[in-house]
């Protein structure tokens, strides 16, 4: 059995030695496991946050011209850097140019990965690959690949919808809540997130994520990677990285809530934590074990689904003790076919899990943010089919955005 069952032009070779998910190196493996360390930098997504409404999935949002009754005024708008490669803007805007189309794309019937190669859209530009698919883009610099989505689209297939208006260079979102709330999502010309935050009912506004490169005004996607000294595992590694399958639902908790094992130097961007895993190792994880996928497929069957309850209400619980956490939702595979295949594959599984917790289990979508990792991050050392490997994980990640210790 494959993960994936073709190899994608260009692919490196199968054995490519990896950390177990975003974790240290100075934290020794559990047996079977690869020793951790630092990961390639990742794909940054295009921002999303929504409301419910009418909106039918693959619609465009309402667009205004003017802005916003009461709309409050919008803020104004380090480490290793590589030669040659493609720019963030650069990336952003070919994502959303396959977003435009794949989106539409995406509602056709594609649900396995099978699908998606069939679409697949490739062209050089210098030494960078681009290859546009339904709803996604991944980027091939020389070893590295990247994938990036139009998150939105997440929100339109839960049949949620906002306004949204143009202000100078930047698109600005607003989603108002039931509940009188008003969330509010900027991104730049590329669609690229900048800002989101939420303004409570009183009128007591919070952000939520703060994504302005305030020292790199451009660069490339390598720019964003923070390298941390690795930290000392300070307790036994099950509880590191619980399996939801063997946790209840306080232990759970206790494992997104928990405070970071190592000190947070500064306030990070969402880039910068995707991308950094050393800095994704402060925060301890939850594999979501409990949800099995098929091979070569992102689709959570409806028994499946409801094997997230457990994880759901602990992400409700976090929420009514602080509203405005920021979860980020993993995606990974095993390492059975094309790299690129399996890379588009754990962000898409990322996504069904993220919309399952909001459709489902009414886990508010704007909490929530995903990333897919391929293959990079095996959880058991194999080249072989693994359901072990084919997970999502989630982790809190707002003591990183915040720089809270």
Known sequence: MQETAAVTPGSPPAARPAPAP???SAIPPAPGQRPLGAEPSMPRPVP???TPGAQQPGQPP??????????????PPDRQGRRGGIGLGGAAAIGLGAAAIGGIMATQGANRIDDVRGRR????????????EPGRTIIRDNDRAIIQRDETERFRDLGWQGRTERRGDENVTVY???DGSRVTTVTDEDGRLIRRTRRMRDGEEVVMIDNFRRDRPGGRFSEEVVVLPAPPLPMARERYVVDAERADEELIYETIMAPPIAAIPRRYTLDEVRYSPDLRARMRSVDIDTVNFETASWEVAQGQAQKLAVIAASIRRALQRSPNEVFLVEGHTDAVGADLDNLSLSDRRAQSVAEILTRDFQVPPENLTTQGYGEQYLKVVTQDAARENRRVTLRRITPLLAGQN
């Open 22 to 24: 975003g974790q240290p």
């Open 48 to 50: 999303p946050i929504i």
């Open 62 to 75: 309402v667009v205004r011209t003017e802005p916003a009754p009461g709309q409050p005024p919008l803020p």
């Open 121 to 132: 859209e490739e062209r050089r530009e210098g030494d960078v690959t681009i290859i546009r």
């Open 176 to 178: 108002e809540r039931p």
